[in-house]
DNA sequence: CCGCGACCTGTCAACCTGGACATGTCCACG
DNA sequence: CGTGGACATGTCCAGGTTGACAGGTCGCGG
């Protein structure tokens, strides 16, 4: 039930409704860690709030409902972060493919670990800029921004994806030269 | 439906029972790209027996039936490792975790941080060898053995994630040296 | 002032999934 | 020869998840 401390997670950085968790899961969060549409976040927003752990904050037009974290969500989401189970769920399409290229003629594993390292390059360079804009703008003085964290872990993990890329076509070169 | 799409994948290194694959799932695969458990994937044989992704190769004692890939399912197998749909299902709780880090208080995103770190270098200390060993037994003139390349991805996998975490908490430090 | 696009919340049915339950066989070792 | 542990296959159900359906509001540009 991580769907739960997803939302508490991104509740901590302060009030947001429903249709701004949404949107958040449409951005890094959604796209490296966990997937949820609004019809699974309206639903656990109002079983939470039955639990204790949020509450409605304030409302705003268009029945608007923005959700804040309540002391025992706090205590809830810390619980959770600071307690690591044997074995986490794990269910990445991408990483599958990368598991599998091997089941693939060496020309089409060619072919598909081009696509990979040229596809990482891109977002690579995407990225790096962005990043690079947040550092300019923030004062070492101030703590860390929040997402920055996150930010600089979606560049290194393209970073190694790349590598591994260049590398895993370098291996197969050696065996079938062309 | 990427369990089947895993099962073709898998059952391309030759042909596998229902308890192979099942064991299959506890190692790498399971670990890092998707999870199953058996009682998903007899009930997903059955069915792409049923659609001529695979036949059953031979029965052996037990009960036992092996699966072999027929050239249908080989083609399906490719014509998803080639088609890169533009959003894939990713369902991770560990990078989940990462993204939240600094929903957290300093002192325990620091302590999290730094168990990230620790658990890292273990499990390089763990793959890194294994990965050797494969090397210096594998003859460069042959293919390279499969899961050689999903052990390398592992392996850069963990090398990013140990310097994000480090890099995180040098990053942190300034903010609340101690 | 009108309409369109973004905002905002919800439900429902179909499907997927994980863990418990169920059953039985082979084989090596004592 | 008996027994424990690995081998081997399956079902079932509660709960999670997705995508379609549904309904309504605000605000701005024409």
Redesign the interface.
Known sequence: M?LR??L???L??GPASGYDLTRAFDG??G?????AGHSRIYPELGKMAEAGLVVVDETGPRGRKSYALTDEGRTE??RW??H?PE????????????????????D?AR??LE?IAEHCAAELAKLRPVMDEVDAEHD?????P?????G??GL??Y???H??AL??LE??G???PG
Not at 31 to 35: I, M
Not at 87 to 106: C, G, H, I, K, N
Not at 140 to 144: A, G, L, S, Y
Request: overall charge positive.
């Open positions: 991580s401390h997803a508490l997670g991104l901590a950085q890094g969060i796209q490296y860690a966990w997937q989401l810390r972060m600071l690591w074995r986490t769920a794990v269910r990445d399409e991408t990483v599958l493919r990368m598991f599998l290229v091997q089941s693939l003629e060496p089409d072919r598909l696509g070492p003085r101030e703590p860390v929040f997402g920055r964290l996150a600089e872990y290194r993990q970073e190694a994806v590598g591994w590398w895993s291996r197969m050696a065996t079938v």
